[in-house]
T-cell receptor, first 109, second 114 residues
């Protein structure tokens, strides 16, 4: 079967750096997405990786290793507004998105 | 903002009643999707559409039907609602962004079946 694993919850301090990991086992791979979802709101697109390596976008970076079935989202200079759930999703061989359950990130002052 | 609205935003209904949720988009996107989101689960695809009158089943389609008679509207119907269909329902479209066909979501509909 297809599976995406993320930690359920993480806690970090304002101003610090946090890394949210995602491992996947899917039938085929056509890219990996990260979304942010604030409580009670819709998911919003953060990043897309299809090649190995690091993609940097401001305070957020996303890394992919296809051989290891592994990705992470790195958030720097954490702000209180970064408190949200972060969803990892893989585009499989049928171009369907397979979603992880999400990681709830709690930021403490 | 991908121009997606959902209605109603909240609904409480009783077991056995029919319910229809509406997704409306204003930017002529070809692909539209219906997901449900429940605690402890990732987003799960119910049905999707790749054009007017062209739809297909997703991972959790049992108990749901869809229709797309116009490009801008994608309707999700629960023929006879059950308590297990209490959930938050999101509609999505696909738009090219970040080098990929990226899904963008509507604001969601919170459905409670008593």
């Amino acid at each position: 079967g297809q599976n995406i694993d993320q930690p359920t919850e993480m806690t970090a301090t304002e101003g610090a750096i946090v890394q949210i990991n995602c491992t996947y086992q899917t039938s085929g791979f056509n890219g990996l997405f990260w979304y942010q979802q604030h409580a009670g709101e819709a998911p919003t697109f953060l990043s897309y990786n299809v090649l190995d390596g690091l993609e940097e976008k401001g305070r957020f970076s996303s890394f992919l290793s296809r051989s290891k079935g592994y990705s992470y989202l790195l958030l720097k200079e954490l702000q209180m507004k970064d408190s949200a759930s972060y969803l990892c999703a893989v585009l499989d061989s049928n171009y369907q998105l397979i979603w992880g359950a999400g990681t709830k990130l709690i930021i403490k002052p | 903002d991908a121009g997606i609205t959902q209605s109603p935003r909240h609904k409480v209904t009783e077991t056995g009643t029919p319910v229809t949720l509406r997704c409306h988009q204003t930017e002529n996107h070809r692909y539209m999707y219906w997901y449900r989101q429940d605690p402890g689960h990732g987003l799960r695809l119910i049905h999707y559409s790749y054009g007017v009158k062209d739809t297909d089943k997703g991972e959790v389609s049992d108990g749901y039907s869809v229709s797309r008679s116009k490009t801008e509207d994608f309707l999700l119907t629960l023929e006879s609602a059950t308590s297990s269909q209490t959930s938050v329902y999101f509609c999505a479209i696909t738009q090219l962004a970040g080098g990929a066909d990226t899904q963008y979501f509507g604001p969601g509909t919170r459905l409670t079946v008593l």
